[in-house]
């Protein structure tokens, strides 16, 4: 499954983004998603997973509250509302996809280009 992440851009704190992830190539909602976030110098973080179906969501403790994943699968896209932005949130966001809705980056097997955030405070 091919995945393309858009929606980024630059926001002040507090501020909202919504990014999302459009899929093709394969049965989308066969897969988990799972967002995660990256900066230089350090690993990429999870941050969000939804399950096939959209029937279970998950999130990174700092997040939590904050953001909300979603999926639509008539349309093959899933979507990451993030609000109440803080400027540890800027990185580089990516969406991927996999059997497994998990927090390790290992058992995702798609993954898309990414997407900057930057959070101006």
């Known amino acids: 499954v091919q995945l393309q992440a858009s929606g980024g851009g630059l926001v002040q704190a507090g501020g909202s983004l919504r990014l999302s992830c459009a899929a093709s190539?394969?049965?989308?909602?066969?897969?988990?998603i799972g967002w995660f976030r990256q900066v230089p110098g350090k690993v990429r973080e999870f941050v969000a997973t939804?399950?096939?179906?959209?029937?279970?969501?998950y999130y990174a403790d700092v997040v939590k509250g904050r953001f909300t994943i979603s999926r639509n699968d008539a349309k093959n896209t899933a979507y990451l509302q993030m609000n109440s932005f803080r400027p540890e949130d800027t990185a580089l966001y990516y969406c991927?996809?996999?059997?497994?809705?998990?927090?390790?980056?290992?058992?995702?097997?798609?993954w898309g280009q990414g997407t900057q955030v930057t959070v101006s405070s």
């Open positions: 991927a996809a996999g059997r497994l809705a998990t927090v390790y980056l290992d058992e995702y097997n798609y």
């Open positions: 190539g394969h049965t989308f909602s066969d897969y988990a």
């Open positions: 939804v399950t096939w179906i959209g029937a279970s969501t």
